[in-house]
């Protein structure tokens, strides 16, 4: 008996607590309002990437990455500026043949995106040039020239 006539009291009290009232059922409405704007903001991430020295067929590869746009400059120091003024979020410069990668470093979205468009451009590009060697060779015969595979250095 005396735990029913605690429950009524408490339920009286609850009821006539308008503020107690308001946050069981107000609150946790903003919350997911919140967490509904919050989650469904655009996510995509693009990133212009500036190219010194790269060639034609990478580049390429480079821009067909979906949020990739390559800006292509003849000199080091004009790519630098511009990184430098934020106009682009990364920079690849071909130093004989290894690759030199400079991120802006203002996103971790943007900068894992670059890294990734260059390993597909370098991938795609490698597969491209085994298929033509290959297509080249006489059946039975072992190819004897080794594929080198560029080092890329990354700068943040």
């Given amino acids: 008996m005396r735990i029913l006539a605690i429950t009524k009291k408490v339920l009286k009290e609850l009821i006539r607590d308008k503020q107690t009232l308001a946050l069981m059922f107000l609150a946790p409405i903003l919350v997911m309002w919140l967490m509904n ?20 067929e990478i580049r390429q590869k480079l821009a067909d990455v979906k949020g990739v746009t390559v800006k292509n400059y003849a000199q080091k120091k004009t790519a630098q500026n511009k990184l430098k003024n934020h106009k682009i979020d990364g920079m690849i ?9 400079t991120h802006a470093n203002t996103d971790s979205g943007k900068t894992a995106l670059t890294k990734q468009a260059l390993k597909v451009a370098l991938n795609q590009t490698t597969m491209t040039n085994l298929q033509v060697n290959l297509a080249k060779t006489p059946l039975g015969m072992k190819i004897a020239k080794t594929f080198y595979s560029p080092k890329v250095s990354n700068y943040y």
């Avoid at 410069?93 to 990668?101: A, F, I, M, R, S």
């Fill in 37 to 56: 704007v919050m989650f469904s903001a655009n996510s995509q991430t693009t990133v212009t990437i500036a190219t010194v020295g790269v060639n034609k």
């Fill in 93 to 101: 410069v071909l130093n004989g043949k290894d690759y030199q990668v």
